[in-house]
């Protein structure tokens, strides 16, 4: 994997996105949706009970979403298949056979906002970076997929300011908005996050996942409609 590695340390499979460095910012393409793809194919290989905890290397950025200047000058059929290849990302994602929690300690924009939005829990670091959907903005319209992931947020009135004004909330605003489930001081974060994924790991994966997938019937069903 050249954009993120994958390691399991006291059961909890740890994926850690390294691409931010020269502006990469993490942004998908198809390549880095593969990876990702890899990644999850280990972890649900896994035997036994574990959790994947999403997180990142930088500071700043957790991740920006799609990388415009690589999608732009594609022809029709490649963006199909890069959407294609990220509609069954979040699927995979936001029904993995494992509890996953992301760590957000920077900013998460677009795609990589939606991406966190595919996860059981979400923490993010309280004083740096952003949470934000700027589609609007960006003339990117969401795809169903993309939209019914969002939609698994809990306030849907912030899911509805993001989604159609594309404003920006720190993290204490989506700790009150209930976007993240808790925020905690940058020196402190990766070790909640890392402890919230090992007491999750400790659940039986099969009654853990069938409970958290029934509450999800949207996912499911585009989940095979992508496979059929």
């Known amino acids: 994997m050249?954009?993120?590695?994958?390691?399991?340390?006291?059961?909890?499979?740890?994926?850690?996105?390294?691409?931010?460095?020269?502006?990469?910012?993490?942004?998908?393409?198809?390549e880095v949706v593969e990876e990702y793809l890899a990644a999850l194919d280990i972890v649900e290989q896994y035997h036994g009970n574990t959790a994947l905890l999403l997180t990142?290397?930088?500071?700043?950025?957790?991740?920006?979403?799609?990388?415009?200047?690589?999608?732009?000058?594609?022809?029709?059929?490649?963006?199909?298949?890069?959407?294609?290849?990220?509609e069954t990302l979040l699927c995979r994602l936001a029904l993995l056979s494992a509890p996953t929690v992301a760590c957000i300690n920077g900013n998460?924009?677009?795609g990589g906002a939606i991406v966190a939005s595919a996860t059981d829990f979400r923490l993010?670091?309280?004083?740096?970076?952003?949470?934000?959907?700027?589609?609007?903005?960006?003339?990117?319209?969401?795809?169903?997929?993309?939209s019914d992931i969002g939609q698994l947020l809990p306030?849907?009135?912030?899911?509805?300011?993001?989604?159609?004004?594309?404003v920006a909330y720190t993290g204490l605003e989506c700790a009150e908005l209930q976007i993240v489930d808790a925020i905690y001081p940058q020196d402190q974060l990766q070790q909640e996050a890392f402890s919230l994924a090992k007491t999750l790991a400790s659940?039986?994966?099969?009654?853990?996942?069938?409970?958290?997938?029934?509450?999800?019937?949207?996912?499911?069903?585009?989940?095979?409609?992508?496979t059929q």
Request: proline letters at 3%.
């Open 2 to 30: 050249t954009t993120m590695n994958l390691q399991l340390t006291d059961g909890v499979h740890i994926l850690t996105l390294t691409n931010a460095e020269n502006g990469g910012d993490n942004r998908l393409t198809t």
């Open 203 to 226: 659940k039986d994966r099969q009654t853990y996942c069938t409970n958290r997938n029934l509450m999800r019937p949207e996912i499911v069903a585009h989940a095979n409609n992508l």
């Open 108 to 110: 998460a924009y677009a």
């Open 124 to 146: 993010m670091r309280s004083d740096r970076g952003r949470f934000c959907y700027p589609e609007v903005d960006i003339k990117i319209p969401f795809t169903q997929v993309s």
């Open 155 to 166: 306030n849907q009135q912030a899911v509805k300011n993001m989604m159609l004004t594309g």
């Open 56 to 86: 990142c290397s930088h500071e700043k950025t957790f991740c920006t979403g799609i990388n415009l200047d690589w999608l732009l000058p594609l022809n029709d059929a490649d963006r199909r298949e890069f959407t294609t290849a990220f």
